[in-house]
Antibody, heavy 120, light 107 residues
Framework: QIQLQQSGPGLLRPSQTLSLTCDIS??????????WDWIRQSPSRGLEWLGR?????????EYTLSVKSRITINADTSKNQVSLQLNSVTPEDTAVYFC??????????WGQGTLVTVSS | DIQMTQSPSSLSASVGDRVTITCRAS??????LNWYQQKPGKAPKLLIY???SLQSGVPSRFSGSGSGTDFTLTISNLQSEDFATYYC?????????FGQGTKVEIK
């Protein structure tokens, strides 16, 4: 059974860096037919895809344009986890963040979600 | 970016009803359309992928159809556990985009 366990701080000040990790069990992070996506959800923006990483003989990452200058998604094969970093956060980055396993072009398995609040 | 538009935004229905939710894409996405169910405080759950394929473990009362720009999620014989919010999502191109959601409430 594939499980994704997220961890990371829930309260940040403006200009700080959001850092979340997603521990993967039941699947290798470098599996050849999967991707690891990060998605966030807020009342104002709805569900918003942020980016993904995946391994196909080498590592690839893709990001949405609106956060491309601030975001980094990495995979750590030694820990079988993926991470999300979002720099210079503002209150607009307040949302529930999800780590998601992508398979067969769908978002198949979701982490439990992490509420991140950005407030001074 | 591809815009996804769902209708209605909300609906009221009774147990046993047949419910239909529609999703329209701003351009042709072939069959690259997925449906999710979300309950309050929980992560979305994949129901249907590739427009009409039922995800493993999902009850057969859920079905999807459509191709191109217009898609439908149908719930036949609505059950109490089906009251939730439903989202469509396109997987044709990046960035992945979602509909705004349809909330199914108890009449």
């Amino acid at each position: 059974q594939i499980q994704l366990q997220q961890s990371g701080p829930g309260l940040l000040r403006p200009s700080q860096t959001l850092s979340l990790t997603c521990d993967i069990s039941g699947n290798s992070v470098s599996g050849n037919s999967v991707a690891w996506d990060w998605i966030r959800q807020s009342p104002s923006r709805g569900l918003e895809w942020l980016g993904r990483t995946y391994y196909r003989s080498k590592w690839y990452t893709e990001y949405t344009l609106s956060v491309k200058s601030r975001i980094t998604i990495n995979a750590d094969t030694s820990k079988n986890q993926v991470s999300l970093q979002l720099n210079s956060v503002t209150p607009e980055d307040t949302a529930v963040y999800f780590c998601v396993r992508g398979f067969l072009n769908a978002l198949e398995t979701w982490g439990q979600g992490t509420l991140v609040t950005v407030s001074s | 970016d591809i815009q996804m538009t769902q209708s209605p935004s909300s609906l009221s229905a009774s147990v046993g009803d047949r419910v239909t939710i529609t999703c329209r894409a701003s351009q042709n996405i072939n069959n690259h359309l997925n449906w999710y169910q979300q309950k309050p405080g929980k992560a979305p759950k994949l129901l249907i992928y590739a427009a009409s394929s039922l995800q493993s473990g999902v009850p057969s009362r859920f079905s999807g159809s459509g191709s191109g720009t217009d898609f439908t999620l149908t719930i036949s014989n609505l059950q109490s556990e089906d009251f939730a919010t439903y989202y469509c999502q396109q997987s044709y191109s990046l960035p992945r985009t979602f509909g705004q959601g349809t909330k199914v409430e108890i009449k």
